[in-house]
Antibody, heavy 116, light 108 residues
Framework: QEQLMQSGAEVKKPGASVRLSCTIS????????LHWMRQAPGQRPEWVGL????????GYSRSLQGRATITRDTPATTAFLELRGLTSEDTAIYFC?????????WGPGTPVIVSS | EIVLTQSPGTLSLSPGERATLSCRAS???????IAWYQQKPGQAPRLLIH???SRATGIPDRFSGSGSGTDFTLTIARLEPEDVAVYYC?????????FGGGTRVEIK
C-alpha cells in the first residue's frame, strides 16, 4: 500500500527550530519528488518546498526567507523538513506529498504549534 | 508570485445539481499547469484533477476540469452529499506553487 507517514505533533517556543519527517512506503523513494506544504488554521495550503530524492535537489518558497531546509535519508526512505527561527506565524499543519503530475498522495500532516 | 483567485467563496446547491467552480490566475499558467484538490475537515487535501483536465486515479467521472491560460473551471456534474468540502486549485508552472483561496461547497 502506497503511503506517507509523518512524525508526531510538535509544540515549540518562538525562536526554536523544528525537524519534521516524512517516511514513504509502497513505492520507490527515488522515483518521485516530494513536496512540503503547510496549512495554517482556516487558511489555504501554502507551498513550502520540494526535494528530488534521486539527486537531493531542493527548492524553497522565498516567503520562508531561508529558514527552511529539506533533506533526505534514502536508505530510510525518509525526507525531512527543518524550519528555524519559528514564530507564531509558523503554526500550521505541515504535509508532505508525493508529486506525480500534481500532489497525488499526501501524508496525514504534522501539527506544529509555536507558542510562548 | 502567481496569485490564484477562486470564486465563488461558497456554493450552496441541492443534491443532483451542477456545481461550477472558478479559478483565475494573475498570469498565464499555460495550457495545463493546474491541479484541483478536495479537502474535508481534519483531512489532507485529495487530488481530483491534474494537468487541468485529467482525473486522478479513483475519482468519479462526475468531476471534470477545463480551461487554459488564466481561467480554469472545476465542474461537479451531479452534486452528492459526500462532495461537501472545500475545493482548492494549485498552479505549478512557476514556484512558489501557490494555491487559491478555496471554494466551500455546501448541500442545501
Amino acid at each position: 500500500q502506497e503511503q506517507l507517514m509523518q512524525s508526531g505533533a510538535e509544540v515549540k517556543k518562538p525562536g526554536a527550530s523544528v525537524r519534521l519527517s516524512c517516511t514513504i512506503s509502497g513505492f520507490s523513494f527515488t522515483s518521485y519528488p516530494l513536496h512540503w506544504m503547510r496549512q495554517a488554521p482556516g487558511q489555504r495550503p501554502e507551498w513550502v518546498g520540494l526535494i528530488v530524492p534521486a539527486n537531493g535537489e531542493t527548492g524553497y518558497s522565498r516567503s520562508l526567507q531561508g529558514r527552511a531546509t529539506i533533506t533526505r535519508d534514502t536508505p530510510a526512505t525518509t525526507a525531512f523538513l527543518e524550519l528555524r527561527g519559528l514564530t507564531s506565524e509558523d503554526t500550521a499543519i505541515y504535509f508532505c506529498a508525493r508529486w506525480f503530475g500534481a500532489a497525488d498522495l499526501w501524508g496525514p500532516g504534522t501539527p506544529v504549534i509555536v507558542s510562548s | 508570485e502567481i496569485v490564484l483567485t477562486q470564486s465563488p467563496g461558497t456554493l450552496s446547491l441541492s443534491p443532483g445539481e451542477r456545481a461550477t467552480l472558478s479559478c483565475r490566475a494573475s498570469q498565464s499558467v499555460g495550457k495545463n499547469y493546474i491541479a484541483w484538490y478536495q479537502q474535508k475537515p481534519g483531512q489532507a487535501p485529495r487530488l481530483l484533477i491534474h494537468t487541468a483536465s485529467s482525473r486522478a486515479t479513483g475519482i468519479p467521472d462526475r468531476f471534470s476540469g477545463s480551461g487554459s491560460g488564466t481561467d480554469f473551471t472545476l465542474t461537479i456534474a451531479r452534486l452528492e452529499p459526500e462532495d461537501v468540502a472545500v475545493y482548492y486549485c494549485q498552479q505549478f508552472i512557476t514556484p512558489p506553487y501557490s494555491f487559491g483561496g478555496g471554494t466551500r461547497v455546501e448541500i442545501k
